[in-house]
């Protein structure tokens, strides 16, 4: 049998309020290094598999469908369409927000015929919560608003985030 928590049992938990003081360093690694830097440019690139053209956004060493190291940077459209998206009434330090952020996938179009942009871009997408509700947010083209050049810094908040194009 199964029985919820009563209040004088949550009271008998103990807690503690501690700020720790943790710094974190993560290096960005080989593919995504030179991601970054190509943000910082205005740039969006990719791996590319010369085998099966797939150029793959966020960048991978590895063709997972080929079994071989990608071959080549590529540039690719800082457009695409909407693959997925959410709203998210919760921020990242869990306060109740009144304006959803809204993120989801992007797919972005390649800058060469015959080639394909793969898996999808995962940032804020300018739109409404209306939209995300009825879903019309779907499918819909979207172009990267950048920061302007001397706030770029490398880093995936150079693209302020993606809006619909009319
Ligand atoms: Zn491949």
Same mark, same amino acid.
């Given at each position: 049998?199964?029985? @919820?928590? &009563?209040?004088?049992?949550?009271?008998?938990?103990?807690?503690? #309020?501690?700020?720790?003081?943790?710094?974190?360093?993560?290096?960005?690694?080989?593919? *995504?290094?030179?991601?970054?830097? @190509?943000?910082?440019?205005?740039? /969006?690139?990719?791996?590319?598999?010369?085998?099966?053209?797939?150029?793959?956004?966020?960048?991978?060493?590895?063709?997972? *469908?080929?079994? =071989?190291? #990608?071959?080549? $940077? /590529? !540039?690719?459209?800082?457009?695409? /369409?909407?693959? #997925?998206?959410?709203?998210?009434?919760?921020?990242?330090?869990?306060?109740?927000?009144?304006?959803? !952020?809204?993120?989801?996938?992007? =797919?972005?179009?390649?800058?060469?015929?015959?080639?394909?942009?793969?898996?999808?871009?995962?940032?804020?997408?300018?739109? #409404?919560?209306?939209?995300?509700?009825?879903?019309?947010? /779907?499918?819909?083209?979207? &172009?990267?608003? $950048? &920061?302007? &050049? !001397?706030?770029?810094?490398?880093?995936?908040?150079?693209?302020?985030?993606?809006?619909?194009?009319?």
């Amino acid at each position: 049998m199964v029985t @919820g928590l &009563k209040d004088e049992d949550l009271k008998k938990v103990y807690t503690v #309020t501690y700020k720790p003081n943790a710094k974190y360093g993560y290096s960005a690694g080989q593919a *995504y290094s030179v991601f970054l830097q @190509g943000l910082k440019d205005g740039k /969006i690139l990719g791996r590319r598999c010369n085998k099966c053209g797939r150029v793959y956004v966020p960048p991978r060493m590895y063709c997972e *469908y080929c079994f =071989r190291p #990608t071959d080549e $940077w /590529i !540039e690719v459209k800082d457009e695409g /369409i909407v693959m #997925t998206a959410v709203a998210s009434f919760i921020s990242w330090t869990r306060e109740r927000l009144e304006t959803p !952020e809204i993120v989801g996938v992007i =797919r972005l179009y390649p800058s060469r015929d015959n080639d394909f942009v793969y898996p999808g871009l995962f940032h804020r997408i300018c739109t #409404t919560y209306e939209k995300v509700k009825d879903m019309s947010i /779907i499918g819909k083209k979207v &172009k990267a608003v $950048w &920061k302007p &050049k !001397e706030q770029r810094v490398g880093s995936i908040n150079d693209i302020e985030c993606f809006k619909e194009v009319e």
